[in-house]
């Protein structure tokens, strides 16, 4: 907040993803947002620090089960319904009033700028879902009508997004805010160096494979030495500089690297950077989460 930032994304999601259509080992790769206690310490640094809210946006994301413990956790081919968690997941009517209700106490506010859908929910009807989101809005939970914005997977060694969803969410008038922007951190290091994240997160083990990733990678960090900046500044410039990009989501584990990542906001490229940047990117299958 100091900095200047003043958008802060969370979600409620205990359980685990599926990556490439397949359920991820929680000794790998645990639950992404610890089942409603990232809201709980986003609400309370809020509070804590006495932050304005009106200030601030705040976004958080429904559809998946929150299970009753923090480590609880709900994966793969499970059903929810099993666990007695009916009715508390997907977009149905009533997981959408209470999920939205939850969200609210845990964050300790009264409403919520951007409510996310985390998920598509083939087993609820579209209309159903409509009509339960527009009527959270008019009770008062929540206060924007139309969808906005979407976060997409959308990096310099992933651009499947330009085939269609960049040209369909600039068509409708809604903003790409992309999640992992430096593509589970491949795009913030030389190839080669070893990370704890790079060698445990499976996902950051899935992207960046290719020849053509692996030679972007290196323009990365070419042009980093050239202007004597991060590798990570790069990445974010170059998605900064892409029509329809409003934010990326960025995230981050110490003060140093969040103050590297904000310095990107002062990194222009310029037409033939871009170009060099992109040029050895090649089509790849779709990137498939959830």
Not at 8 to 17: E, M, N, Q, Y
Not at 72 to 82: A, H, T, V
Not at 155 to 179: A, D, Q
Not at 266 to 279: C, F, M, S
């Amino acid at each position: 907040y100091d900095a200047g930032i003043n958008t802060f994304d969370t979600a409620d999601v205990g359980s685990a993803l599926l990556v490439l259509g397949i359920a991820v080992p929680f000794d790998v790769y645990p639950q992404v947002y610890s089942n409603g206690l990232s809201e709980e310490i986003l609400g309370k640094a809020i509070k804590q620090f006495n932050i304005p809210r009106e200030e601030i946006v705040v976004m958080t994301k429904i559809f998946y089960t929150v299970c009753r413990e923090p480590s609880g956790l709900i994966y793969g081919s499970m059903n929810p319904d099993d666990q007695r968690y009916t009715n508390q997941y997907g977009l149905g009517r009533k997981h959408i009033f209470q999920a939205v209700k939850q969200s609210l106490k845990r964050l300790q506010l009264d409403y919520i700028d951007v409510l996310q859908c985390h998920r598509f929910d083939s087993n609820t009807p579209i209309s159903e879902t409509m009509q339960a989101l527009h009527d959270v809005i008019q009770s008062g939970l929540h206060n924007l009508t139309p969808f906005i914005s979407m976060q997409n997977f959308y990096t310099l060694v992933y651009k499947e997004e330009e085939r269609e969803m960049m040209p369909t969410l600039k068509h409708f008038g809604v903003g790409s805010i992309p999640w992992s922007p430096l593509a589970r951190g491949v795009l913030a290091r030389p190839l080669g160096e070893k990370t704890k994240r790079g060698e445990t997160d499976p996902w950051a083990q899935m992207v960046a494979t290719s020849e053509a990733s692996k030679e972007i990678i290196g323009r990365v960090e070419e042009l980093a030495k050239k202007k004597q900046i991060s590798m990570a500044q790069v990445a974010i410039a170059w998605l900064l500089s892409k029509d329809g990009v409003t934010s990326p989501i960025i995230g981050s584990t110490s003060a140093e690297n969040l103050k590297d990542l904000i310095g990107a906001i002062h990194v222009k490229l310029d037409e033939n950077e871009v170009k060099y940047l992109e040029e050895p990117y090649k089509p790849l299958p779709v990137f498939q989460v959830g």
